[in-house]
């Protein structure tokens, strides 16, 4: 096996490459090996300095995340940078790639930096709910100073080599073909070492930077990662070198204790299981150059200006002029939005066409139908897509709901159809659900996985069971929180203590964002609704209350659009159905409903774990955060699942279906696991399945 670090002997200068695809994360062997290559070098009276450089794409992008929950190994990166930062030797380090987290913090305890002019650094930590810890918040203020250093650990997100090259980070940038040459004549130049825990230079100002620090600090709500890193970040200013990095240590042992940096770890981790779909092994995604978009309302017109900001031609296929015109108002509202925010480039128009004509779609690569939510609607256009489609072209419905089958049969190309099915925004929400229906041929599969990255989006696999993944789970969410009113809970209490678990909106206020219309619309055509459903919503809609559209729903609303009260003529139909429907009354609170509400989420997603429509308890993780603003803290259900154990959620099941028998049924995948004391993320590895 090829090792992971070699070293080579260039005259005077020893060569130091780190080799471990693909982004060369820092982990036990690759820290091994530095160490093992930098004492050789150190020993060696011929040579006299050092430069630290990568193969691949990246000088390390970090150290190795799955080794956060196994016992340390030797030397720890901390224990290294040391190692780096205290020869007597001058070390340099070429950079390119992207530099981030554990990679930097090796960098910043070499002695002088050259970086290549498209290189990213940065320490995103904290999206992990951790702080630096080999380092990195005792020498970065050093070298940067304390505004620039918080600003760039606590929002996480990396700065350009031409940045970091004027704000003293690096020493020089240096085009990729030089790099090494470059850098190499660097350590050739330099006599001397110059350590970083010596800098002290942007610490004169020591009124300024402690004003930094308590503005900072001043910020209410801050999770623990970010206090402690400013609080290390102070360390930096006040304290010796060696009692800094003490705190640090400490800090970071703390944090990675912590349930919100486990969270953010099994968010981390799943996103990157999610996207890896099997279709990928048997077949390669097919060129795309243009899309077409059959219907343009809110969603179409979304999905339509996110191909086009991301480069593809797109065709968009409306009913009548008026159709067109009304598409056009629409995507050009988007376009205009995203300019004004600097967020598309300005010829992104370029390569829409607006047509009436489905023949238009011809020479399309990939089809999106946004029709509304009509089956025969959507028949009648997969039936034409089914004519004039050229060979191979990837036949998808954004729709969640409607079964996919009677579409690809109706298209004549089963191999072909799939489910896109988008979040709205379309062109701002990270999300894009695949529905694959058993029919369906995997380079389809891969072209439309394909489109997803290209477009920015997570995809995350799911069968075509109607309702896919995302809107399976929030059927029992809301159906749920329905019970809660039923049982005395009013709407706005059980939007608050939403907010206070972390979601972006409660489930009612939600509604009436999105408009109490549309999922009436599709109530009124199931064939067997439930018998056990809140009837207060198509109350509403029949009173023509559609939410924020209509300026009344579970709230009113101004002219504007703003949210006010609670509705006071929703109070009373909910009243009047409390009196037809007599459940026993809870005592409602804040962590009742919150109980509620997860419990309700966790045995929701056993059950699609069980049926097979969500392949791993993550990816439905996935889908919570990235679709419906799951607190990604939390990690998602299914993580907070297994935080509490399988048993106790089935076990509070049972406790709360002994007063609503109607309501709770545990999933028996839940029951099984319960039984068997294990946690989802065993289920699979450990042959539960079916």
């Not at 801050?222 to 010796?240: G, H, N, Q, T, W």
């Not at 300005?346 to 779609?361: K, V």
């Not at 109607?466 to 329905?482: E, F, H, K, S, V």
Request: with cysteine.
């Amino acid at each position: 096996m090829t090792q992971p670090v070699r070293l080579e002997r260039h005259g005077a200068l020893a060569l130091i490459v780190v080799h471990n695809p693909p982004v060369n994360a820092l982990s036990a062997a690759v820290r091994q090996g530095l160490e093992a290559c930098l004492h050789e070098a150190m020993e060696d009276a011929d040579i006299s300095a050092v430069l630290l450089a990568a193969d691949g794409r990246t000088f390390p992008a970090g150290a190795d995340i799955s080794e956060f929950n196994s016992p340390p190994q030797a030397p720890a990166l901390g224990d290294l940078c040391n190692m780096i930062e205290t020869s007597e030797k001058p070390v340099v380090a070429a950079l390119h790639g992207t530099v981030l987290g554990g990679g930097l913090e090796l960098a910043m305890a070499a002695h002088y930096r050259v970086a290549e002019e498209t290189t990213l650094l940065g320490l995103p930590e904290v999206k992990l709910g951790l702080l630096p810890g080999a380092g990195g918040t005792q020498r970065t203020p050093r070298l940067v100073g304390i505004k620039v250093a918080l600003d760039m650990m606590l929002s996480g997100l990396p700065i350009k080599a031409v940045d970091a090259d004027r704000l003293g980070l690096i020493d020089k940038v240096s085009p990729l073909k030089t790099l090494r040459v470059d850098a190499a004549a660097l350590a050739a130049e330099m006599r001397d070492v110059r350590r970083t825990r010596d800098a002290r230079s942007q610490f004169e100002d020591g009124a300024a930077c402690m004003a930094d620090i308590a503005a900072r600090r001043s910020v209410p709500g801050r999770p623990l990662a970010s206090r402690k890193i400013i609080d290390c970040v102070e360390a930096a200013l006040l304290v010796p070198f060696e009692i800094g990095l003490d705190m640090e240590r400490d800090a970071f042992t703390e944090c990675l204790a912590s349930d919100a940096s486990a969270g953010l770890r099994h968010a981390f981790f799943a996103e990157r299981h999610a996207t890896k779909f099997p279709e990928l092994a048997q077949a390669k995604p097919q060129q795309v150059d243009t899309v077409g978009v059959v219907g343009a309302g809110l969603m179409g017109s979304g999905i339509a200006m996110a191909c086009l900001d991301a480069g593809f031609a797109v065709t968009v296929v409306e009913q009548g002029e008026a159709g067109v015109t009304g598409a056009l108002a629409r995507i050009g509202a988007l376009y205009e939005k995203g300019l004004a925010k600097g967020q598309m480039g300005e010829g992104a128009l370029t390569d829409l066409n607006l047509t009436t004509g489905m023949e238009a779609l011809g020479t399309a690569d990939l089809i999106i139908e946004c029709a509304s939510e009509d089956a025969q609607v959507k028949r009648d256009i997969f039936t034409r897509l089914g004519l004039v489609a050229k060979p191979g072209t990837v036949l998808a419905s954004n729709t969640s709901y409607l079964d996919l089958e009677p579409l690809a049969r109706a298209s004549g190309r089963m191999p072909d159809v799939l489910a896109l099915h988008f979040f709205a925004p379309a062109h701002r929400m990270s999300l894009v659900e695949i529905g694959v229906p058993d029919a369906a041929n995997a380079q389809a599969v891969a072209t439309a996985h394909g489109l997803a990255k290209v477009l920015g989006k997570t995809p995350v696999r799911s069968t075509a069971a109607p309702g896919l993944i995302g809107n399976q789970m929030l059927t029992a969410y809301r159906a749920t929180a329905d019970r809660l009113l039923l049982r005395g809970a009013q709407p706005a209490q059980v939007d608050a203590a939403m907010r206070s678990f972390g979601m972006p909106m409660g489930p009612y206020e939600a509604q009436d964002y999105s408009g109490l219309d549309i999922a009436w619309a599709r109530r009124k055509a199931m064939k067997n609704p439930d018998p056990e459903a809140l009837l207060l919503p198509d109350i509403l809609c029949e009173a023509e209350q559609f939410g924020r559209k209509s300026g009344k729903g579970y709230y009113v609303y101004n002219s504007e659009g703003k949210r006010g009260a609670a509705n006071p003529e929703m109070l009373t139909m909910l009243a009047g159905e409390r009196r037809m429907r007599p459940l026993a009354r809870l005592a409602i609170t804040p962590e009742l409903i919150q109980d509620h509400l997860l419990v309700a989420l966790i045995n929701a997603g056993a059950g699609l774990l069980e049926a097979g429509t969500a392949a791993r308890p993550g990816d439905i993780d996935v889908v919570m955060v990235h679709g419906f603003g799951y607190p990604r803290h939390k990690g998602g259900p299914m993580h907070q699942a297994d935080a509490l154990t399988p048993f106790e959620v089935a076990r509070r099941i049972n406790l709360y279906a002994q007063a609503d028998p109607a309501h709770w049924h545990p999933a028996p995948l839940l029951s099984r696991l319960a039984a068997e004391r294990m946690r989802f993320s065993q289920y699979g590895a450990a042959g539960m399945q079916k």
